[in-house]
Each structure stands twice: as C-alpha cells, then as structure tokens.
C-alpha cells in the first residue's frame, strides 16, 4: 500500500464524468500521493456533487486549467518541477454526438495525439487512452449475437467510434509510448450526463405525461454497461497489470439488454413501456431524421415545463438523444481480458438502485425537477405520430402506440 500511495496521477479531462469519479476513487482509497487534473472546465463549474467536491478539495489533488488540443497547454498539464507522473490517464475528448468532421478531428484525434506525445517525451510508467466499446458494429439478430472480444475485427458504428479507432492507431506509431487502451460500454453511475441518465429523464417524463413509453427496435437489443466505480477500480488494476499495448473491454457481467434497462426505468417511475418491434422500426429508419428530432422535440417541452415550474433555471441533464444512438446497433463486450486478471466487479449487473442512486443524486443538487416525480399532469400536448400516421399501429411485440418512441 505504501507504495501505491507514492504514485503520481495525471487525470486528462478530470472534470468530466470518468475523470472526477477516477479523482474521488484514487482519494478516498488512499492510493496515491498525487493527483493532477488537467481539464478546460474548473471543477467549481462542472456541476460535481459533494462527494466529489471534498476529494477535489484534498490537498492531494491539483487541478491545472488545460486545452489540451493546444501543444503548449498539453506541456504545462505535464510539468511538474522535474517529477514526473507514473500514471497518465487520457479521458479527455469530445463526447457529443452527431458533431462535424473537423470537431471529432479537434477535439478527438488531434488532442489524444497532442497528450500520447507529450506522454512518450515524458516516458510516464502506463499512458492510458479511454476508447469506445462501439468498436463493433452488428445489426443481426439477436440471437446470433456473441460478446465482442477485444482482437474482434472493428467496424465502428459511431463518427466519434470512427475516430477513437483513428486515435487506437495512431498510438501504435508512436515511439517509447507505454500505452493501454480501453473500450467501455455504457458508463453510469454519480455525475453521469450521457449514458443512462437520459433514459431515466425519459421516463419521468412519460410518469408526468402519464402515457406508455415506446421504443424502437425490441427488448433484446444488447445496451452492455459499467458502473463507474467499477471502471475506476479496472482503470487501477490496469495501471498496475495492464500490459503495454494491449486493448482491455470495461464491462460488467450482467449482458445489459434495452428490454433489462427499461424494466428498471419503468419500476422506478411505475410506468408503463413496449417496443415497437423491427418492422416498424425499420420503417422509421427510413425517414430517421425527422423521427428523431420529433421525439427529442416530445420530451424536450414536458423537460422545460417541469424545470421551470421548479425553478430550476440551469441544470446540465436533458433527455435528448442523438440519432446515432437509436440505430439497431448491439453494444455487447466480452470482458474475458479482465476476468483473467483475476478482477472482480461490485456491481456485477445492472440494478434498480445504482439507477435510482444516480437520480437521486441530481435531486438533491436541485438539477433535476421534481414535477416530473408527483404524478400530477401539468403538461400536455397531441400524441405525435412514429412514421406517416402509423404509430398507433401494433408493432411486433403488442399493443398500439400510445405515445412516441425512444
């Protein structure tokens, strides 16, 4: 122990959901001497919870303002008065989707080039680069779907999956880079924006509508995940026994399907849920972009609605979701690399309170409108249609569509 408690941390993008739970995870398990944030955001504006704002306070923990796409800022996040890091963990990039060519390019290839660099120079003991788990693309059906090892051939079904892959190859070229690369699935727990938590939001929305919650494609669709304390403690096994050069899934045990979320979702807010099935799914593929945005238009108003009556006037949650994200793509990793590590997961599968643990911790930051929980309707407006007048149709899987599709 004391000897982990000599290592020298530096956190890329160390204020975002990963990084500020990676800082908490390193403080309060007393596994280091120190531990350097580097992040254009200062942790008094990225929305941390108190948990997460006492470890920042640490005298253990530094934060540096960083953009890490300029080189010069990448050097400074790295100078340390001639001691160097032991550990550097790349976490930083553009996480939104459905950005441009030249955003991804910045935000994503350049920086992880510019921090791998500087990385190399510095001949830190592990680099790690945080990829995507959406490195394999796959539409069958589900019952022909195998979990993805890390050596399965990459078809990336995402722009930004694209240019992680992009990011993957380009570390190989670069010289005396001790360096590992992860794949997550689907992150959430505290402080999580984008995974499950737009889920969650959806579903109180349809809670405050009181109407049925509808989703494309079936229950079986394969949505693996990870909650963040155990991609935090693999990320520390992986610093200490991780081999140089070698791809690792993060992933837990549990095989999460969209069918096991939305049960979950739907216990905590006791609503009501169903799927459209793959030929009307199929059929609003045709015309996807206007299905998307009227969707995202749907949840979006009940949102604001709920947010104003509550008074909250900003907040850093939405229940937007990006088209690329509600396409039938199986997100299905086969963890095998670290069940051989002998690494043992703490939440093993996906559960209604690691869910409700999220929600709740937005609650009490007052950043997430309590409206939406009273079961008393504020809000209306007309059911809209899935394609061309068609959702009330019964899909695959039963009854007509009460309301639109997610």
Not at 7 to 25: D, E
Not at 71 to 86: H, L, R, T
Not at 163 to 192: F, M, Q, S, T
Request: proline share 5%; glycine share 6%; net charge negative.
């Amino acid at each position: 122990m004391a000897e982990k408690q000599r290592a020298r941390v530096l956190i890329l993008g160390g204020t975002g959901f990963i990084g500020r739970n990676l800082v908490h995870y390193l403080v309060k398990n007393e596994l280091v001497a120190k531990v350097r944030v580097a992040d254009k955001v200062p942790p008094q504006m990225a929305w941390l919870n108190p948990h997460h704002t006492e470890s920042f306070s640490s005298p253990k923990v530094e934060f540096r303002h960083s953009n890490l796409i300029n080189p010069a800022s990448v050097d400074n996040a790295f100078a340390d008065d001639g001691e160097e890091f032991d550990f550097v963990i790349n976490v930083a990039a553009e996480t939104k989707y459905g950005q441009t060519e030249p955003v991804y390019k910045e935000g994503v290839v350049r920086l992880s080039h510019n921090c791998a660099v500087t990385a190399a120079r510095h001949k830190v003991k592990v680099y790690m680069e945080f990829s995507t788990g959406q490195m394999y693309s796959s539409d069958k059906p589900e019952d022909d779907i195998k979990a993805n090892k890390e050596d399965c051939k990459c078809d990336p079904w995402t722009h930004m999956a694209r240019h992680k892959l992009e990011v993957e190859r380009d570390l190989e070229n670069i010289p005396d880079l001790n360096y590992i690369i992860v794949r997550p699935a689907i992150v959430y727990g505290p402080g999580d924006k984008n995974g499950l938590t737009p889920r969650l939001i959806i579903g109180a929305i349809y809670k405050y509508m009181k109407e049925k919650m509808k989703m494309l494609w079936t229950k079986d669709l394969k949505m693996n995940t990870i909650h963040v304390e155990d991609l935090c403690a693999a990320v520390w096994t992986l610093c200490q026994q991780g081999k140089p050069g070698q791809i690792y899934n993060l992933v837990d045990k549990g095989d999460t399907t969209q069918g096991r979320i939305s049960e979950l979702v739907s216990e905590i807010f006791d609503i009501n849920f169903d799927f459209v099935g793959s030929i009307m799914s199929n059929m609003a593929k045709l015309n996807m972009t206007n299905v998307v945005e009227d969707i995202n238009d749907k949840h979006m108003a009940p949102w604001a609605d709920a947010c104003q009556r509550d008074n909250i006037v900003n907040t850093p949650l939405n229940p937007f979701i990006d088209q690329e994200l509600l396409y039938n793509k199986h997100l299905c990793l086969d963890p095998a690399r670290l069940t051989g590590m002998g690494f043992t997961w703490e939440r093993p599968s996906l559960c209604v309170d690691t869910l409700r643990e999220v929600l709740d911790d937005y609650i009490k930051m007052g950043l997430f409108p309590t409206s939406l929980l009273s079961g008393e309707v504020f809000y209306s407006q007309p059911v809209g249609d899935l394609v061309d007048g068609e959702a009330g149709e019964a899909g695959e899987d039963g009854e007509g569509g009460e309301a639109d599709t997610v």
